[in-house]
């Protein structure tokens, strides 16, 4: 008896215009960054381990030259910002902008996050929901606090952002976190803990967990100038470590259409960014909420005149 090979189709992703299905692929969404730098498509490895494990690391994947700016800019913000001017005294002043929209970013968050419609080519799908520098231990606190609210993204409630979805070759991540390591990080150094696979978890975690030296928890090591993502969907916490010499910025991605928290750059940085960088931080919603793009025909499988 003869079989039919196996063979690998396109997700069904639905789009609003009369139930048509979404056509683009991620890598036809943006394809530049700010800087008009190509942007990085993923592996099918790495998304394959980002959608399996909640978290990606990418090593080394910034330069020396740029390590050493990176690291100088955060040592005169942390111990003289008296010296760095007031719009540009966060984690996006300096050199630290380009990381906002680093071309393994683009490629990374167009496949997990960007919405289509709201895509082109003069602006992103996601938001920057927030940013932040962190120098030395960014945590006081041994406990696993992070449980209480995390974790189980597949059945989070709408409105919630710590959300994970999927659909047979796609993956889709709420609230997703690049945190970029500006100093080398051992186990002994890192005080980011979480829970591998935990976003996808249809239980709730064991008791276990609440010992923060539990086999349960994992973390990463890395050279300088590493990239970790994680979906915010997954359990983690934070831990009291030796951090001392530590750099790290983190920043919080989103959809769009919705915002998890307030924060916004100073409008004097805003105003001096590349148009397509300060896409980043446009209104979140979803009607319409494009840059020279076509949101009604952007993935229907209809021709436009129809």
């Not at 730098?37 to 959608?51: A, R, S």
């Amino acid at each position: 008896m003869a079989y039919k090979k196996l063979a690998t189709r396109k997700p069904f992703i639905v789009n609003k215009n009369l139930g048509s299905a979404v056509e683009v692929e991620p890598e036809d969404l943006t394809k530049t960054n700010a800087d008009g730098t190509p942007v990085t498509v993923p592996t099918q490895k790495q998304k394959y381990d980002f959608d399996r494990n909640g978290w990606l690391l990418i090593p080394s994947v910034l330069s020396d030259t740029d390590i050493t700016e990176m690291r100088e800019f955060c040592q005169r913000l942390n111990e003289a910002p008296e010296h760095v001017s007031a719009p540009e005294r966060c984690a996006l002043g300096g050199p630290l902008q380009k990381l906002a929209d680093h071309p393994v970013i683009v490629g990374f968050l167009n496949e997990f996050l960007a919405y289509p419609p709201a895509a082109s080519e003069d602006c992103y799908g996601f938001r920057l929901e927030e940013t932040a520098a962190f120098f030395g231990n960014a945590s006081r606190h041994t406990e696993a606090q992070s449980v209480l609210h995390k974790g189980n993204g597949l059945f989070r409630l709408p409105g919630d952002s710590h959300l994970y979805r999927c659909v047979p070759g796609r993956g889709w991540s709420g609230l997703t976190r690049a945190v970029w390591e500006l100093t080398e990080v051992t186990a002994g150094t890192n005080n980011i803990r979480f829970i591998t696979g935990s976003h996808k978890a249809a239980y709730p975690i064991p008791e276990a967990s609440q010992n923060p030296d539990s086999p349960l928890w994992e973390t990463y090591e890395c050279p300088p100038g590493s990239l970790f993502l994680l979906t915010e969907s997954m359990t983690q916490t934070q831990v009291q470590v030796d951090t001392a010499d530590r750099v790290s910025i983190s920043n919080l991605y989103n959809t769009v259409a919705s915002r998890w928290s307030n924060w916004l750059p100073h409008p004097q940085l805003l105003e001096a960014m590349p148009p397509k960088r300060q896409t980043l931080f446009r209104e979140a919603y979803a009607g319409g909420n494009v840059v020279n793009g076509d949101f009604n025909q952007r993935t229907s499988a209809y021709p436009a005149e129809v």
